[in-house]
């Protein structure tokens, strides 16, 4: 079974203890820089090759003075992720629709920043200021529409799922290509002799009549693209109908 470690909660919310008169001779490192040490490793390589042997590695310093700063490597993970959370910039101005888009871009480019970001779970997050200021950020935007107060967080998580979802298939697609050479287009292109020998048409008669209509000319990713765009655009009026 999964404990909970509360070692991890003072360091989430570092920022925000207050702070003590330093006694001795100054930490050598802060908690700060093992962070962003483990961003910039996993930016570059992916999230495995942030390991703790090779973050203190990029730091100077001894393996074991590291655990005196973070004291594993499963809370170094829920540190770098909390982080990159709270880096986006999400101003509580302007229209409902406005703000939840905004979220929605800044969302994408903090995937496609940190693609190593697919790779952690999103069912049970850090509960640090990261993950909190989004939360609070899409529940303010969505409660302004009028919905009853039961479908608020309802209506919230389900913005935030859509949009989660989208920017991890999206990072997902970037570190397949870091790591095949090979786009989703070309990944398809390869597979062109199932549509020429087995594909069968009379087992398929809506995907052919929709190939013959141009249905599937444009290519995986801008497809990915269209879909995610027309599911948003039906979510943000589907809220504001419910309330009608």
């Known amino acids: 079974m999964e404990e909970f470690s509360p070692r991890i909660l003072p360091l989430l919310w570092r920022r925000s203890a207050p702070a003590r008169k330093a006694v001795g001779r ?3 490192l802060t908690v ?5 040490t483990g961003i910039r490793i996993a930016d570059a390589e992916g999230l495995e090759a942030a390991s703790m042997a090779r973050v203190a590695s990029e730091l100077s310093v001894a393996t074991m003075s590291l655990y005196t700063y973070v004291p594993s490597r499963p809370e170094l993970a829920d540190l770098m992720v909390d982080e990159v959370l709270g880096r986006r910039e999400l101003r509580s101005e302007g229209p409902w629709r406005e703000r939840i888009r905004r979220y929605a871009e800044q969302t994408f480019a903090m995937y496609r920043a940190h693609p190593w970001l697919a790779r952690v779970s999103q069912h049970r997050p850090p509960i640090g200021p990261g993950m909190l200021a989004e939360r ?3 529940i303010a935007a969505v409660a302004e529409v009028g919905l ?3 479908m608020v967080n309802t209506a919230a998580l389900t913005v935030s799922s859509w949009v989660t979802s989208a920017a991890r298939g999206e990072a997902e697609s970037i570190l397949l290509r870091r790591s095949t050479g090979l786009g989703n287009d070309d990944w398809w292109l390869q597979r062109n002799e199932l549509w020429e020998k087995w594909f069968d048409v009379e087992a ?3 995907m052919t009549a929709l190939w013959n209509a141009g249905g599937f000319d444009r290519g995986a990713d801008e497809q990915a693209q269209d879909a995610y765009a027309y599911g948003l655009g039906l979510l943000l009026e589907g809220i504001e109908r419910s309330v009608e």
């Open 136 to 138: 609070e950020f899409v």
């Open 32 to 36: 700060d820089a093992v962070v962003d």
């Open 148 to 150: 009853p107060t039961g």
């Open 26 to 28: 100054p930490p050598r």
């Open 204 to 206: 398929h008669p809506a």
